[in-house]
T-cell receptor
Framework: KAGVTQTPRYLIKTRGQQVTLSCSPI?????VSWYQQTPGQGLQFLFE???????NKGNFPGRFSGRQFSNSRSEMNVSTLELGDSALYLC????????????FGPGTRLTVL | EDKVVQSPLSLVVHEGDTVTLNCSYE??????LLWYKQEKKAPTFLFML????IEKKSGRLSSILDKKELSSILNITATQTGDSAIYLC????????????FGTGTRLQVTL
């Protein structure tokens, strides 16, 4: 069974631009969660999507948004990029919303110059 | 706000040593505690502990949940260089707004 895949793996953008990251969950998994990981803050929860609906949201500004498609694939968008958005963005999938165990993808390393 | 604190922040040991990593938490309506290992990029799942399963073991790794002390430990015996990684602890709350809250991790380095 294929694991969680994320594209692209690396991305370099400049301040003010926007970016879209993609996540394909494990086959059969319907919940996708997104996290931002930085050296100082660790893994911070961005949001969770289940059945194309956002179920939960972390404490991030509205520049961070996401969506989920009918095949459970999810995208995350960050608009008006800031230097502080440089981070590893991880997505994790689970069978259902609220399922304890989440399986992580390899992440997208975003660098904002 | 839910909070997870891990200690130590980093640790260097020699191959063959036994290590204990700590995780303490403050969470409203605790449901479960999870341990992950992160080597390069993707954290990989190690254990999940709940009120009905407070002790888990897999090979040289074991973990215990202390619900009274709101904490957990992860033990690694006979460490190997392949155990070098960041170990992450996360807790999940119950309810419709259930989510995982992660600690900042413990960086373990095992040297020869």
């Amino acid at each position: 069974k294929a694991g969680v895949t994320q594209t692209p793996r690396y991305l370099i953008k400049t301040r003010g631009q926007q970016v879209t990251l993609s996540c394909s969950p494990i086959s059969g998994h319907r919940s996708v969660s997104w996290y931002q990981q930085t050296p100082g803050q660790g893994l911070q929860f961005l949001f969770e999507y289940f059945s194309e609906t956002q179920r939960n949201k972390g404490n991030f500004p509205g520049r961070f948004s996401g969506r989920q498609f009918s095949n459970s694939r999810s995208e995350m968008n960050v608009s008006t990029l800031e230097l502080g958005d440089s981070a590893l963005y991880l997505c994790a999938s689970s069978l259902n919303t609220g399922t304890d165990t989440q399986y992580f993808g390899p992440g997208t390393r975003l660098t904002v110059l | 706000e839910d909070k997870v604190v891990q200690s130590p922040l980093s640790l260097v040991v020699h191959e063959g040593d036994t290590v204990t990593l700590n995780c303490s938490y403050e969470v409203t309506n605790f449901r479960s505690l999870l341990w992950y290992k992160q080597e390069k990029k993707a954290p990989t799942f190690l254990f999940m502990l709940t009120s009905s399963g407070i002790e888990k073991k897999s090979g040289r790794l074991s973990s215990i949940l202390d619900k009274k002390e709101l904490s957990s430990i992860l033990n690694i015996t006979a460490t190997q260089t392949g155990d070098s990684a960041i170990y992450l602890c996360a807790v999940r709350n119950t309810g419709t707004a259930s989510k995982l809250t992660f600690g900042t991790g413990t960086r373990l380095q095992v040297t020869l």
